[in-house]
């Protein structure tokens, strides 16, 4: 395998969206993009690779679309009930 002669990426302490990067995450089955563990605001953990984190394509934990699901029921709720 050919060097690119950069240094390996480390995010560990870096904030995406509601993330923060914990470690590097080691998997059973090692892939060719590197995962990340990560923590929420909310509490909750996320695994997630480092395209996925800069491009923002993972956020949170899945904490967001609960709340945005939540919300958008509330309003259909009250339409319906009107």
Same mark, same amino acid.
């Given at each position: ?7 390996? /990426? !480390? /995010?560990? @302490? &870096? &904030?995406? @969206?509601? /993330?923060? #990067? #914990?470690? *590097? %995450? $080691?998997? !059973? +089955? ?13 509490? @909750?953990?996320?695994? $997630?690779?480092? @395209? ?5 394509? #993972? +956020? ?9 699901? *939540?919300?958008?029921?509330?309003? %259909?709720?009250? *339409? #319906?009930?009107?």
């Amino acid at each position: 395998m050919k060097s690119t002669g950069r240094a390996p /990426l !480390d /995010l560990a @302490g &870096q &904030q995406f @969206g509601l /993330l923060t #990067v #914990v470690r *590097r %995450y $080691a998997a !059973d +089955r090692p892939t060719r993009a590197r995962r990340w563990l990560c923590r929420c605001v909310c509490g @909750g953990e996320q695994t $997630a690779c480092t @395209g996925d984190l800069r491009r923002r394509k #993972v +956020r949170s934990c899945g904490c967001l679309m609960r709340a945005a699901s *939540r919300a958008t029921l509330r309003t %259909y709720n009250r *339409r #319906v009930r009107s």
